[in-house]
């Protein structure tokens, strides 16, 4: 049987019932070593629920715990940097939900730390281990679409789908809890997702966040950022929680061809989860294979051996991969990284970018003008919140 890594969750909400206990019972390397919530009954529930080894209403008394190797940090977004930096401290290795932190002094300290105590540190932001976004990339890496140039990644969901049926707490609606609203809350996905699809880092950003819904959070629901990436490539993110439906989609536009990747939830125009198209010339059997796989000709009799030239004719192909389950893979690839003591594929400077991003945009609206990202940008606090000094 294989070593089984414990885990230790800290904030044991709806997160941590839906995404990540189910993924450590599933995983053999993993066992749920510890679960912490400071609200009893959440606690007792859970425990019954998913029988960790050990409770505890107090975080600190769990980073003692020496069967927790990895903690997972799936508290209310203030507590994600001060929660993440004390296990690192503890010499524990970490995943911590989106978002990654609320401002940019926290993520980058948060950076610092994981260098110093030489533990490994990952943001939850599991869309991109979604199966279609982890092909899309391939295909980029590969060269599929030539240079990707532009992109725009979008997450549309309304307020009552998570908040009202499955959060345990209402945290998302207070801002010294949340810190901000959609912005923090979608925002970290799609500018997680545009990064990995795009292949560069943010250079700089220009947003416009705004609060439509006054009557149901006093925070943002709704944004658009443009981002600058390093290597010249642009692109645009937005979301918003007021609209009813879920629309969740990232589109890539390159030289030579075009990517959409979209939800695991379907709607008549999101109806595959990915689909590509390429102007580069494929023979039938040059094709990546993922692609062979999902193109059908025209003609069942394969109008693909009758062109002239060999080469198959220019399409859009849909692709149906397997649903997979992002949490598990993404706990997957965090536990085998561990295990091997090789360094996660997403880095926590990436998720510091990512927090960049969102708060960049926000201070772009007082600036009145774009904003560089990355480490050297000045802190930054978007209003409403009364950032905690982090230790
Ligand atoms: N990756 C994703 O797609 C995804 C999806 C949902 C939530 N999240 C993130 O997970 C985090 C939790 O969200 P949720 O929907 O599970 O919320 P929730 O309200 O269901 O759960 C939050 C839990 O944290 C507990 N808590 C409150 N203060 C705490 C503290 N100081 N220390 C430890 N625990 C504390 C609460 O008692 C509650 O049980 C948020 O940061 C959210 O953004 C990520």
Not at 130 to 152: C, H, S
Request: proline share 6%; glycine share 6%; net charge negative.
């Amino acid at each position: 049987m294989a070593r089984q890594i414990g885990v230790g969750i800290i904030g044991a909400g709806s997160i941590a019932d839906i995404g990540h206990c189910p993924s450590i019972a599933a995983l053999e390397n993993a066992k749920l070593a510890a679960l912490c919530d400071p609200n009893k009954e959440i606690l007792d529930k859970m425990t019954k629920k998913w029988e960790p080894e050990k409770s505890y209403t107090d975080y600190q008394a769990m980073l003692e715990d020496k069967n927790v190797e990895v903690v997972i940090v799936g508290s209310p977004n203030r507590y994600h940097a001060q929660q993440a930096i004390d296990a690192m401290r503890a010499k524990k290795h970490v995943i911590v939900e989106k978002p990654f932190a609320c401002t940019h002094e926290e993520a980058w300290k948060m950076v610092d730390v994981s260098k110093e105590e030489g533990v490994f540190l990952m943001a939850g932001t599991n869309q991109r281990f979604w199966e279609q976004n982890v092909i899309a990339r391939k295909l980029i890496d590969e060269g599929f679409i030539g240079k990707p140039q532009m992109g725009r990644s979008s997450l549309h969901e309304g307020w009552n789908l998570y908040h009202e049926k499955l959060s345990f707490t209402r945290f998302r609606q207070y801002p010294n809890e949340a810190g901000a609203g959609a912005l923090f809350d979608l925002g970290a996905h799609r500018a997680d997702l545009l990064m990995f699809l795009m292949g560069s880092k943010p250079k700089r950003v220009i947003g416009m966040i705004k609060a439509f819904g006054t009557d149901y959070t006093p925070l943002d629901d709704s944004f658009w950022i443009m981002i600058e990436f390093e290597n010249g490539a642009t692109g645009v993110i937005s979301g918003d929680r007021f609209s009813p439906a879920v629309s969740n989609i990232s589109e890539v536009y390159g030289t030579e061809g075009t990517i959409f990747t979209a939800s695991e939830a379907t709607n008549p125009f999101q109806t595959a989860p990915l689909a590509v198209f390429t102007s580069k010339n494929f023979k039938q059997s040059e094709l990546p294979e993922i692609v062979r796989e999902y193109r059908y000709p025209q003609l069942f009799w394969s109008e693909d051996i009758m062109q002239p030239d060999g080469y198959v004719p220019k399409r859009w192909v849909p692709i149906y991969p397997k649903r997979g389950w992002a949490y598990k893979s993404m706990l997957e690839h965090f536990l085998n990284c561990v295990e091997k003591d090789v360094p996660p594929s997403l880095t926590p400077e990436e998720s510091a970018l990512v927090t960049d991003i969102l708060v960049g945009a926000y201070k772009s609206m007082e600036t009145k003008s774009w904003v560089e990202v990355g480490r050297d940008m000045e802190n930054y606090i978007v209003p409403l919140y009364d950032a905690p000094e982090i230790v």
